[in-house]
C-alpha cells in the first residue's frame, strides 16, 4: 500500500504563498488521479485540486486561479503551489487519490493570519 505524507504548511500573512508537498512510497502518479483536499475546522473536507496521470488539471472556484498542482514523477512527490493566500485558506491539507482512497494522512497545517 502506498503512503503518502505530507508537509510544507505554516503560519503565513494574507498574500503570502505556501508550497505543500506530498511524498508517495511508490510510483503512483502515472497510474492514478490525486488531489489536494482541505478541512477547516467545523467544516467538511472539500477538495482543492486535482490532477489526472495525463497532467490535466481542476481547481475548486476559492482557488482557481490562485493555486497550481503539479506533480514530479521522478521524485515520486505531488505539490500545490498556494499564492496570495486569505484567511480563508486555512484549513488542515491532505493529499490522496482522486477520488480519495479509504485512509487519510496526518496532513499539514495551514494558517493564514495577519
Known amino acids: 500500500q502506498v503512503q503518502l505524507v505530507e508537509s510544507g504548511g505554516g503560519l503565513v500573512q494574507p498574500g503570502e504563498s505556501l508550497r505543500l508537498s506530498c511524498a508517495a512510497s511508490g510510483s503512483i502518479f502515472s497510474i492514478y488521479g490525486m488531489g489536494w483536499y482541505r478541512q477547516a475546522p467545523g467544516k467538511q473536507r472539500e477538495l482543492v485540486a486535482s490532477?489526472?496521470?495525463?497532467?490535466?488539471?481542476n481547481y475548486g472556484d476559492s482557488v482557481k486561479g490562485r493555486f497550481t498542482i503539479s506533480f514530479d514523477n521522478a521524485k515520486n512527490t505531488l505539490y500545490l503551489q498556494m499564492n496570495s493566500l486569505k484567511p480563508e485558506d486555512t484549513a488542515v491539507y491532505y493529499c490522496?487519490?482522486?477520488?480519495?482512497?479509504?485512509?487519510w494522512g496526518q496532513g499539514t497545517q495551514v494558517t493564514v493570519s495577519s
Open positions: 490522496n487519490t482522486f477520488p480519495p482512497g479509504r485512509g
Open positions: 490532477i489526472t496521470s495525463g497532467a490535466s488539471t
